[in-house]
T-cell receptor, first 113, second 114 residues
C-alpha cells in the first residue's frame, strides 16, 4: 500500500469547472507539498503547507493534519491547467533531523475547452 | 523559471556506460536533492546534499553516486548503466535543510539507455 494516496488518478473536466484533487497519507507530518508537472516534464512547486489553507490565484490548498488529508482545488479551470498534480510528504526519517519526501502517484488532469 | 539549472537536457547512451548529470541550485540555496522519475515507479528520492555534505540517502543504487562542490553545484554519476535506469532525473534545491522548506525543481535530464 502506497503511504501517499492520491485520488482520482485521472480527471477530465470541462473548462470552467471546479476541480478537487485529494491526497491522504499514513503518518503525522510537518508539511505537505503540492507539485504540478507539465506535459513537457517540468515540475513546479505550487504549495507547501502545514496547516489550514493557502491560496494562489485560482488554486487553493487545504490540509487537515488530524485526518491526514489534503485537497487541492482549482476554480474556473482552464485548458492550461492540464497537467499532473502530485502531492509529497516528508514520511521517511533520514537521520539528523531530516526527512525524505514520499510522492503520490499523481493525478492527471485534462481540461477540455 | 525556478532558478535551478540542469544539464544536459537529454542524454542517450548505451548499457554499461557511465554518465554525469549536473545541477546548479538557486542562488543562495544550500540544499540539493536528486530525484528519479520512471514510468513505473513515479518520483523517488535518491540523495540530498547540504552545503557540501551528504545528509540523506534514499533508494539510490550503489552504481550511482553524487557530490556537491564548494560552489554548491552538484553532480549525479550513474555507472554501469542498465535499461531500467532510463528515467527523468530531477534536482531540486531549497534554502535550508528540512523537507518543511519549499523545494524548487530544475527542468530535469531525460536519460535514455539503449
Amino acid at each position: 500500500k502506497n503511504e501517499v494516496e492520491q485520488s482520482p488518478q485521472n480527471l477530465t473536466a470541462q473548462e470552467g469547472e471546479f476541480i478537487t484533487i485529494n491526497c491522504s497519507y499514513s503518518v503525522g507530518i510537518s508539511a505537505l507539498h503540492w507539485l504540478q508537472q507539465h506535459p513537457g516534464g517540468g515540475i513546479v512547486s505550487l504549495f507547501m503547507l502545514s496547516s489550514g489553507k493557502k491560496k494562489h490565484g485560482r488554486l487553493i490548498a487545504t490540509i487537515n493534519i488530524q485526518e491526514k488529508h489534503s485537497s487541492l482545488h482549482i476554480t474556473a479551470s482552464h485548458p492550461r491547467d492540464s497537467a499532473v498534480y502530485i502531492c509529497a510528504v516528508p514520511l521517511t526519517y533520514s537521520g539528523a533531523g531530516s526527512y525524505q519526501l514520499t510522492f503520490g502517484k499523481g493525478t492527471k488532469l485534462s481540461v477540455i475547452p | 523559471d525556478s532558478g535551478v539549472t540542469q544539464t544536459p537536457k537529454h542524454l542517450i547512451t548505451a548499457t554499461g556506460q557511465r554518465v554525469t548529470l549536473r545541477c546548479s541550485p538557486r542562488s543562495g540555496d544550500l540544499s540539493v536533492y536528486w530525484y528519479q522519475q520512471s514510468l513505473d515507479q513515479g518520483l523517488q528520492f535518491l540523495i540530498q546534499y547540504y552545503n557540501g555534505e551528504e545528509r540523506a540517502k534514499g533508494n539510490i543504487l550503489e552504481r550511482f553516486s553524487a557530490q556537491q562542490f564548494p560552489d554548491l553545484h552538484s553532480e549525479l554519476n550513474l555507472s554501469s548503466l542498465e535499461l531500467g535506469d532510463s528515467a527523468l532525473y530531477f534536482c531540486a534545491s531549497s534554502a535550508k535543510l528540512g523537507t518543511d522548506n519549499e523545494q524548487f525543481f530544475g527542468p530535469g535530464t531525460r536519460l535514455t539507455v539503449l
